[in-house]
């Protein structure tokens, strides 16, 4: 699955070019509109929010937990 974001010019589709890592959680993705007459090129960010499953991995955590996710429902039933 890919993500895409439409063109906020034209709403056309737009294909992401390159994208570079700003840290952990975060991604730039720099895309460009398919609609020739348009041409806009535009970042937009990536990033990771929080957990709906905790990993399995003995690693603190690195985000919080979703309202939605299993240790949220547990906590809640
Ligand atoms: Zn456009």
């Known amino acids: 699955m890919s993500v895409s974001?439409?063109?906020?010019?034209?709403?056309?589709?737009?294909v992401a070019r390159s994208s570079r890592k700003l840290s952990d959680t975060l991604r730039e993705i720099r895309y460009r509109c398919e609609?020739?007459?348009?041409?806009?090129?535009?970042?937009?960010?990536?990033?990771a929010v929080r957990t709906v499953v905790p990993s399995a991995l003995?690693?603190?955590?690195?985000?919080?937990?979703s309202p939605h996710s299993?240790?949220?429902r547990l906590e809640h039933a």
């Open 5 to 14: 974001i439409a063109c906020p010019v034209c709403q056309s589709r737009a």
């Open 35 to 47: 609609n020739d007459e348009c041409g806009h090129v535009y970042i937009a960010h990536l990033e």
């Open 58 to 65: 003995q690693v603190s955590a690195l985000l919080p937990l």
């Open 70 to 72: 299993r240790a949220g």
